[in-house]
């Protein structure tokens, strides 16, 4: 039974870190990755997609937020993100898992849905 409180209290952190982020950026932001799927150790990053109105080059989309120890943050635009799901990029199989933490584009269950014909495709 302790494992289990161990385990929830490491998805709990998580979720907390993933909302600090959602709450120092505008637009769409799901918990991602290992988190998501629920495979996640002790030693798993935490992976935050970011989705926004972003027109500066890649590096410089997040300069000024200050992440959690142990966060991943990935920043793509709208464009971006429609394309990655799209063409079953790898990282649409993690958007077809995401967890959504805040939504402010309106686009996570239309990015959720396509990227699940990805894993279709895939059989996964």
Known sequence: MEIFKWREELRRRAWEAAERVAASVEGTVLLVGSYARGDYREDSDIDVLVVGRFSEPPHRR???LKTPPGVEVIALNLKEARKVVEKCYPLALDIALGIVIKD?????????????????????
């Open 62 to 64: 997040l300069a000024g």
């Open 104 to 124: 402010d584009l309106g686009v996570a269950q239309q990015l959720i849905s396509t990227a699940k014909h990805c894993a279709v495709q895939k059989r996964l």
